[in-house]
């Protein structure tokens, strides 16, 4: 089910370390995952996506690892920079029949990079 | 050349009015969502159209009428507002067929009510 804390998860890293940020999703049948950043006063940004046929994929400076035996994704971003101060969401697809899809979005986690 | 984009960025409004929010999408996708992101950051769908056609509705109250004109418009007109009608509301797109594709957010409409 989804959850609702009364607080966002933290991660606190200092500028240049490498940051993993997890999460855990809910539905066994979701096929299609995504991450989001969202920066104060935006919208939430596409990162990057992986299909449960794959438990890893690599863009530039993240990656992401799926293991769907224990319903657990992870984002990795290398060299942790300033400008990568965000709340980051982990969305599941659960499809929606063909014309459209839903995207059940974790809690997020605020990422705090330490100058 | 925003991809999504929503009007008004703020909304201060008092309780019992009605107001609309408009998003449009210049990425040619067929399909566009509303979300509501509450005090907590918490994200939640409220519905979702494909080509003009309502597919999803999260048992919202019908004080919320999305109306879509047109595949690349989405508004959103909220009647009697409530103090927990506050939030922040996103307006997103993606391409037909949706499943496996990344949904493209607006930059919100922050609702607050008085």
């Known amino acids: 089910g989804e959850s609702v804390g009364l607080h966002l998860p933290t991660l606190s890293v200092q500028e240049g370390d490498n940051s993993i940020i997890n999460c855990a999703y809910s539905?066994?049948?979701?096929?299609?995952f995504i991450w989001y950043k969202q920066e104060s006063g935006k919208g939430p940004q596409f990162i990057i996506d992986?299909?449960?046929?794959?438990d890893k994929r690599q863009g530039q400076r993240v990656t992401v690892l799926l293991n769907k035996t224990v319903k657990h994704l992870s984002l990795q971003i290398a060299a942790t920079q300033p400008g990568d101060s965000a709340v980051y969401f982990c969305?599941?697809?659960?499809?929606?029949?063909?014309?459209?899809?839903?995207?059940?979005f974790g809690t997020g986690t605020l990422l705090a990079v330490q100058p | 050349d925003t991809a999504v984009s929503q009007t008004p960025k703020y909304l201060v409004t008092q309780m019992g009015n009605d107001k609309s929010i408009k998003c449009e999408q210049n990425?040619?996708?067929?399909?566009m969502y509303w979300y509501k992101q509450d005090s907590k950051k918490f994200l939640k769908i409220m519905f979702s159209?494909?080509?003009?056609?309502?597919?999803i509705n999260e048992t919202v109250p019908n004080r919320f009428s999305p109306k879509s004109p047109d595949k690349a418009h989405l508004n959103l007109h909220i009647n009697s507002l409530e103090l927990g009608d506050s939030a922040v509301y996103f307006c997103?797109?993606?391409?037909?067929?949706?499943?496996?594709?990344?949904?493209?957010f607006g930059d919100g409409t922050r609702l607050s009510i008085l």
């Open positions: 969305a599941e697809n659960l499809g929606y029949g063909g014309a459209t899809n839903k995207l059940i």
């Open positions: 997103a797109s993606s391409p037909a067929g949706g499943r496996g594709q990344p949904q493209h």
């Open positions: 159209y494909n080509n003009k056609e309502l597919i």
């Open positions: 992986i299909r449960s046929n794959m």
């Open positions: 990425l040619g996708h067929d399909t």
């Open positions: 539905n066994s049948a979701s096929d299609y």
